[in-house]
């Protein structure tokens, strides 16, 4: 399916609504714990790893990635997602390097050992599971880690 199909199958979609709009202020940046959250469907390949996500059409389950990763495979299954830029440079998808440089500098604080990939092409618009069970979980460990802001990544 290409691009404009893509468009005119999804002009009329209504984006969901919430009621009340969660507000928390972080610490100052450099004082903060910060992840990636993408929505790449990244998942690692180091041997005997599993990653909890097969990443089908529909899949709203998520991949924790070690801040370590650099064995990562992008598996996004949208043919409309670019992949130039992550083939060029995966930071632009999963900017580890770059959160690490700022840490490095006293930007930031300090890097999550906890990051989260979700896949972005969602064939249930309501996005009922991210938002009631796979998302509470990922922020789950998201909050184990300690972590303050996340750096989001869509895809």
Known sequence: MGDRQVREAL???????????????????????VAVVTTAGLRTTR???????????????????????RDLTLAHFSPNFDRTGWIVDSNVVFPIDRLNE???????GSVADVNISFMGA????????????????AA???????????????V
């Open 102 to 108: 700022m840490a490095e500098e006293g930007v930031i």
């Open 140 to 154: 789950r460990h998201l909050l184990d880690d300690g972590v303050d802001v996340v750096l989001l990544t869509p």
């Open 47 to 69: 041997p005997g790893e599993s990653t909890g996500a097969d990443w089908n059409p529909g899949d709203q389950s998520f991949t924790v990635l070690p801040a370590d990763a």
């Open 11 to 33: 002009s009329d979609l209504e984006g969901f609504a919430f009621d009340e709009v969660p507000w928390t202020t972080p610490a100052p940046l450099a004082q903060s714990r």
């Open 122 to 137: 969602q064939i249930d618009h309501t996005l009922e599971t991210i938002r009631l069970d796979t998302g509470p979980a």
